[in-house]
T-cell receptor, first 113, second 116 residues
Framework: GAGVSQTPSNKVTEKGKYVELRCDPISGHTALYWYRQSLGQGPEFLIY????????DSGLPNDRFFAVRPEGSVSTLKIQRTERGDSAVYLCASSLSLAETQYFGPGTRLLVL | AQSVTQLGSHVSVSEGALVLLRCNYSSSVPPYLFWYVQYPNQGLQLLLKYTSAATLVKGINGFEAEFKKSETSFHLTKPSAHMSDAAEYFC??????????????FGTGTKLQVIP
């Protein structure tokens, strides 16, 4: 079956611009997670959704970052006033339910010039 | 807070040789532990996970890991390396995040090079 998909695969933007990154979870998975992987580092947790609500957004670095999941399926990570330090690979994962294995998408590579 | 330490950011082995990737964890409660593999330009793929059942966990592609509480370790091994094993490997630990989900904390990764 189809895995987690993320679009775009690559995004280049200029400092100060707004970007949206999309995640399509595995069908039927109720839990969705966003991670950020900087060069040479492991993924770092950003936010977790159970259904439509953000159950834990403690990993979001600041208020420029926001994520939504309005219908409990597709999620969008939004970054306002991008900074060069936001450059990273943004990974999305989904799981069937709480405490189940997380399945990862291929990521979106964001480069802020 | 949970954390993991992966010893060695780069490991090189000859094809057919033993693969040993080291991971030590820090946890105040019995953890869930994972090994993920990441091939270039691909997402993370779960190799295996420990969830407090058997201490020796077998995963995909011939990998296995042993949970040793006394050493707080969860090292990944494979008896004979294949060229296709060249990738980056991440050890991870989880605890209960808000609402009871698995809040996964990853190590910094170990890049495995397999020499023909």
């Amino acid at each position: 079956g189809a895995g987690v998909s993320q679009t775009p695969s690559n995004k280049v933007t200029e400092k100060g611009k707004y970007v949206e990154l999309r995640c399509d979870p595995i069908s039927g998975h109720t839990a969705l997670y966003w991670y950020r992987q900087s060069l040479g580092q492991g993924p770092e947790f950003l936010i977790y959704f159970q259904g439509t609500g953000a159950a834990d957004d403690s990993g979001l670095p600041n208020d420029r970052f926001f994520a939504v999941r309005p219908e409990g399926s597709v999620s969008t990570l939004k970054i306002q006033r991008t900074e060069r330090g936001d450059s990273a690979v943004y990974l999305c994962a989904s799981s069937l339910s709480l405490a189940e294995t997380q399945y990862f998408g291929p990521g979106t590579r964001l480069l802020v010039l | 807070a949970q954390s993991v330490t992966q010893l060695g950011s780069h490991v090189s082995v000859s094809e057919g040789a033993l693969v040993l990737l080291r991971c030590n964890y820090s946890s105040s409660v019995p953890p869930y532990l994972f090994w993920y593999v990441q091939y270039p330009n691909q997402g993370l793929q779960l190799l295996l996970k420990y969830t407090s059942a058997a201490t020796l966990v077998k995963g995909i592609n011939g990998f296995e890991a042993e949970f040793k509480k006394s050493e707080t370790s969860f090292h990944l091994t494979k008896p004979s390396a294949h060229m296709s094993d060249a990738a980056e490997y991440f050890c991870a630990v989880s605890d209960k995040g808000t609402g009871g989900y698995q809040k996964v904390t990853f190590g910094t990764g170990t890049k495995l090079q397999v020499i023909p």
